[in-house]
């Protein structure tokens, strides 16, 4: 008889176990809906922060490389033009020398 109470205590631990209550798990399973969203929303503004960034240091680089190229056009407008005048006086100079 000793082992036909035992395997009842065992039968009733488990049965006190696994109770399960409907509105506490509801409540649970919302809580950890909510939860996971609102890790979802924060790793996404922290991605979206991410790139922001990056789309701003891009932006500040090339405003800088188009300053450069604005003084390298201006720069090799003026040496041109230095260039042009060179090639037409070189016979006004050879007659002065």
Known sequence: MVNSSSCCRKRQS???????????NRLRRLRTKKMGAVG????MEIKNLK??????????????????????????QTLLAQLQKKLCNPPNQSLKT
């Not at 979802?40 to 790793?43: A, C, E, G, L, V």
Request: glycine share 0%; charged share 35%.
């Open 40 to 43: 979802i929303k924060t790793d």
């Open 14 to 24: 488990k049965l006190r176990h696994n109770v399960r209550v409907p509105r506490l």
């Open 51 to 76: 790139l922001y960034m990056e789309n701003q240091i891009i932006i500040q680089e090339n405003e800088k490389l188009r300053k450069k190229a604005l003084l390298l056009h201006q720069e090799n």
